[in-house]
């Protein structure tokens, strides 16, 4: 179960934002789009045999993000990403949690080990 104290991690949600330069081409850039406090739960070895599965190559790291559920983070898709500790995580998929509707979201992000 969640509580509010497990949230002591601060990440960024990143949003793309996409412009045209002076050639005409478009130009994709990560903006902020909410910054939160989120618990980290590192995922086991099933859950990254499922990614596997799915075709995943290479090295990475599968983890869950939990969040406060807001208006903003309800918003979430895996088109956005998450800016954490120095690395970028892409979003694979959010879900509320079991602790019950409208308290907590969880995010599934996978990070290239590098």
């Known amino acids: 179960m969640t509580k509010a104290g497990n949230l ?4 960024v949600i ?22 939160v ?5 590192d995922s086991s070895d099933r859950a990254r045999r ?8 290479g090295s990475f790291l599968l983890s869950f993000f939990v969040i406060r559920f807001t208006a903003w983070s309800k918003t979430i898709t895996p088109t956005d990403r998450i800016n954490y500790d120095g ?11 079991v602790d019950g509707r409208d308290r907590f ?8 080990n590098n």
Do not use: C
């Open 8 to 11: 002591d991690r601060r990440i």
């Open 14 to 35: 990143e949003r793309a934002t996409r412009t045209v330069d002076e050639f005409n081409s478009q130009v994709e850039t990560w903006t902020p789009f909410i910054t």
């Open 37 to 41: 406090w989120a618990q980290r739960k």
């Open 50 to 57: 499922e990614i596997l599965a799915a075709d995943q190559v």
């Open 87 to 97: 690395h970028i995580w892409n979003i694979k998929g959010t879900k509320e949690t």
């Open 105 to 112: 979201i969880e995010i599934s992000a996978v990070r290239e």
